[in-house]
């Protein structure tokens, strides 16, 4: 039934003065079972989305602007203003079409990557969980409107300001609004009304953090209406484009620029007062210089190459949170995972049950309550052993799963896979989950934290009797019993045997207990959780490996990056599944070992094993510092509140998208939609793939202009005519910019590129093989184009016709290193060199037609004084276009026969 509000609470009340009734008969709610859907939807278009507007961006017009805030524009204007004042009308609309054109491109790929990033963001939005028509469902936060009711837990990121209607040992970091570091313990208590922000301890804030505890809330304030929003601390604006590495190129695009302009002014001076060349035509050359020399488009290109990453991890699902991490993807040498949901399929299935004097097996596979129970191989009735229902009750009561049977006829789980487990095993036991809740509801419970390892629950039987239910880790749960099922004191080393061959099958191992309590009890603290409980039994569950995760833990040996399991299960548990996925598991190093250790015998033990058991999230921030103490870079994975730590040490932090916290998902640099390791293994290649993309970018850009400069260089200073004018040249910069210079952004990734070692993170930005390749590069095109350009003068032609060869032997030499560049030291000679890379192809096509017509139309040959060559000019510039892609490949060739792969 939809409810209506009569009266809308005072804009300016104090939700924290007022009692948790009251807020709540404000709001018309309930905080049993919240708003029914239909309300929640009116309220929805009365209030508006739970989010705040996004920061004022640049708008489209500022953006195209900022192109040209740019030293080495200023100077291209300059240039044509001068050229323009000199009477050279054709030459200075070139110039400033080169301008143009460059700011266009410039604006189109800053659009597409803020457009990636924004898809990004859109895939981590956040979401709450809620309780609609007395059922607890998750929903997008920006559905949230007042009046809901919430639910917090441990890592939750707070959706919107509520006022919190229950707590259980809630505390809340509340930095992100005051600036204070320090948890703030929460209550339901009304304040005064006149209490700051930080004092009023029974509101939880919008974009604060649960870092311990449980909670319900009521909303009472969405969007611009929180105090986050009022005071517009919440930074949810369009990640920076701009990266370390951009940055780098940038500052070395500058001293390129520096130096050529050096250069342009010592060829001026010479060309000038040695060479005797007119002022205003040595200045031409001297601009037709400069601009084929500086590679302005390198930062832009190099953005759209991140950003294209960025677009293809995300439809890898794996979201990137902020753009630098791409370019450590192809350095990392370490990846920490967890176990659980990662290298396995997070569907526990419980499969033996350790009792007093027996050994139970259970039969069925996943969440699907289809199965029975066997004792030694013959079926066993669950109704007709007491004990066994016992223990199967515990299971289905100290749980906070549900199992949903969906419409197709499965099963799904809503909550944690292991309780999932459980509570399948109960309803094999023929428990129903609704009438046992009934029976025997929950009044209190302490939720299962790291640090005390176990979860126990209060409950009451409606006859005035009132029991705690406990499940947690064996060795915890052993130390809190006195005594087991059947009456016989707890024999811990005949127990604990018992567990080891569980483990030693591969099995989790959770054991389950339960004591009375005085009746009439209503809370449970820590204090009653003391040794004198009965321990009911144990039940071994398995999550099988994902055959996915076996084959990526195989490639990443392959490719020189060391997978290192990380998990919370007994030694010999985590030795069998670490066997079954290929690790190197030698001595498991536990947590306790750890505690042990200094911090130089750590990184002595970790260079033994690639398994770590018994682990908890401190021992995380420990074991990426003794990592990178040897020099490694750590990918570090992580899904709770308190893998943050270590997730923002590590070189990338790798967080659960399905099930991890919005404070891990926080300080993640990468995030996993599936939590799939594999998916890691897919980042990594392409982290590798676009860090090789903009090597191949600079390895072509900088030959190319080198090219194209060394001609006119050579030219000024050996008093030969120009080969190539500076419109022409401009024109050369021009086309292939537009076509060639972008093409590499979307090359596929090399052969075998997960078959080479990590690139060194010390390795400079351009190598000395790279450096080899561009002067040698550089070199043939400026010996090619001479010798086209001598050629026409031998055989007579006139100055318009060679210069016209030159420029055409320039661009496709450039074409035909085009699809050399496309694999380091690989042979081009293959079948996907020419169709490998779409994008490379049909940017050759467009630009050989561009320059039949620069060749041929008579609009362009009068405006680039250039003339239609005939078939021999094409004859030999196709031999020379071969001779220089050959030769190019006999460096590859050699640089293969001497073992280098890479450069």
């Known amino acids: 039934m939809t409810q209506e509000i009569s009266e809308r609470p005072p804009k300016d009340i104090a939700w924290h003065a007022e009692a948790a009734s009251t807020a709540l008969k404000w709001l018309e709610s309930n905080d049993s079972s919240g708003l029914s859907s239909d309300e929640a939807r009116t309220r929805l278009k009365r209030y508006g989305p739970n989010r705040l507007p996004p920061p004022r961006k640049r708008g489209p017009l500022l953006r195209f602007l900022l192109q040209f805030h740019n030293p080495l524009i200023y100077v291209l204007l300059a240039s044509a203003l001068v050229t323009f004042g000199l009477g050279y009308l054709i030459d200075a609309s070139v110039i400033l079409g080169v301008v143009l054109i460059n700011a266009i491109i410039g604006f189109i790929q800053e659009g597409k990557a803020e457009k990636a990033l924004e898809a990004v963001r859109a895939m981590l939005a956040s979401h709450a969980t809620v309780l609609r028509h007395g059922e607890r469902m998750e929903i997008d936060a ?25 707590v259980k040992n809630l505390r809340i970091n509340e930095a992100a609004l005051t600036g204070e570091s320090v948890p703030v313990e929460k209550n339901t208590d009304p304040v005064d009304a006149s209490a700051v922000i930080g004092d009023r301890t029974n509101m939880a804030y919008s974009g604060t953090v649960v870092t311990f505890g449980q909670a319900r809330g009521l909303v009472v304030a969405t969007g611009t209406a929180t105090e986050i929003g009022r005071i517009g601390t919440m930074v949810a604006g369009v990640e920076d484009v701009a990266t370390p590495l951009t940055r780098r190129l940038e500052q070395f695009a500058r001293q390129i620029t520096l130096i050529i302009l050096a250069i342009s002014l010592v060829t001026f001076l010479y060309g ?82 350790i009792m007093p004097g027996r050994t139970l097996e259970v039969s069925g596979v996943g969440y699907a309550p289809d199965g029975g129970f066997l004792h030694d191989g013959e079926p066993l009735d669950p109704q007709q052993d007491e004990s066994l229902i016992q223990l199967a009750r515990c299971a289905l009561l100290c749980n906070d799963a549900r199992l949903r049977h969906d419409d197709n006829g499965g099963w799904s789980l809503v909550g944690d896979p292991t309780e999932g487990a459980l509570v399948t095993l109960a309803m094999k036991a023929g428990l129903d989950p609704a009438a046992e809740t009934a029976n ?70 959770l054991a389950l207990a339960r004591c009375n309590m005085t009746p009439g009890t209503t809370a449970l603290s820590m204090e009653d959780i003391t040794r004198r409980f009965t321990l009911l039994g144990l039940v071994g569950m398995i999550d099988p490996p994902r055959p996915e995760a076996i084959e990526a833990v195989a490639q990443c040996k392959q490719a020189g990056i060391r997978v290192v399991m990380i998990t919370g299960d007994h030694a010999v548990t985590a030795a069998a599944i670490g066997r079954a996925l290929g690790f190197e598991v030698g001595t498991p190093l536990t947590g306790e070992m750890i505690d042990t250790l200094d911090d130089a015998d750590l990184r002595q033990a970790m260079r033994t094993t690639d398994v770590i058991a018994r682990a908890s999230p401190e021992h995380k921030l420990r074991l990426v510092a003794a990592l990178q103490a040897e020099g490694e870079l750590v990918a570090m994975t992580g899904d709770g509140v308190n893998d943050a730590p270590a997730l923002k040490s590590a070189n990338i932090g790798v967080a659960m998208g399905l099930r991890g916290t919005d404070a891990a998902k926080e300080a993640a ?5 599936d939590d799939n390791f594999a998916t890691i293994a897919r980042a990594v290649r392409e982290g590798r793939t676009v860090f090789d993309n903009i090597k191949k970018s600079l390895v072509f850009i900088l030959p190319t202009n080198g090219g194209q400069a060394g001609v006119i260089l050579l030219a000024v200073f050996a008093g030969l005519a120009l080969p190539v004018t500076a419109g022409q040249i401009l024109w050369v910069n021009m086309v292939t910019a537009v076509t060639l210079a972008l093409a590499l952004a979307f090359e596929p990734g090399e052969p075998g590129i997960m078959h080479r070692p990590p690139r060194p993170p010390t390795e400079p930005l351009i190598t000395r093989l790279m450096l080899a390749r561009i002067a040698y590069v550089s070199l043939l095109m400026i010996g090619v184009t001479f010798a086209v350009y001598e050629w026409e003068f031998a055989r007579g032609s006139n100055l318009e016709l060679a210069r016209t060869a030159a420029v055409n032997m320039l661009v496709f030499g450039e074409i035909v290193y085009l699809f050399n560049v496309r694999h380091f030291t690989e042979s081009a000679m293959r079948r996907d060199t020419l169709y490998g890379n779409p994008v490379a192809f049909w940017a050759s096509a467009i630009l050989i037609g561009l320059q039949l017509l620069f060749t041929y139309a008579p609009p362009m040959q009068q405006l680039f004084h250039t003339a239609a060559l005939d078939a021999a000019s094409w004859g030999l510039i196709l031999i020379l276009v071969l001779a220089k892609f050959f030769a190019v490949e006999g460096e590859k060739w050699l640089l293969r026969r001497m073992g280098i792969r890479r450069m």
Request: with cysteine; hydrophobic share 45%.
């Open 272 to 353: 000038h007062y040695i060479g005797n060349i007119p002022a205003f035509e040595i200045f031409l050359a001297v601009v037709g210089l400069a601009v084929a020399a500086i590679p302005e488009g390198l930062p832009a290109i190099v953005t759209i190459t991140l950003a294209i990453g960025t677009r293809l991890m995300a439809q890898e699902k794996a979201v990137l949170r902020r753009l630098p991490a791409v370019e450590s993807l192809g350095s990392v040498t370490v990846i920490c995972t967890d176990k659980t949901g990662t290298l396995t399929r997070n569907e526990m299935t419980a499969v033996q049950l």
């Open 142 to 166: 920006a559905d949230l409107v007042p009046g809901d009711i919430v639910l917090l837990e441990s890592g939750s990121k707070v959706p919107a300001d509520l006022r919190l209607l229950k």
């Open 669 to 673: 640099d990468l995030v996993l939609t």
């Open 440 to 509: 025997y509801p929950r009044i209190d419970e302490i939720p299962f934290e790291s640090e005390h390892r176990f979860m126990a629950t209060l409950h009451h039987d409606h006859e005035g009797h009132a029991f705690v239910l406990l499940k947690g880790a064996p060795e915890r749960v052993l130390e809190l019993c006195t005594e087991d099922a059947s009456g016989q004191p707890i024999d811990r080393p005949a127990w604990e045997a018992r567990i080891l061959q569980a483990a030693e099958a591969g099995q989790r191992v």
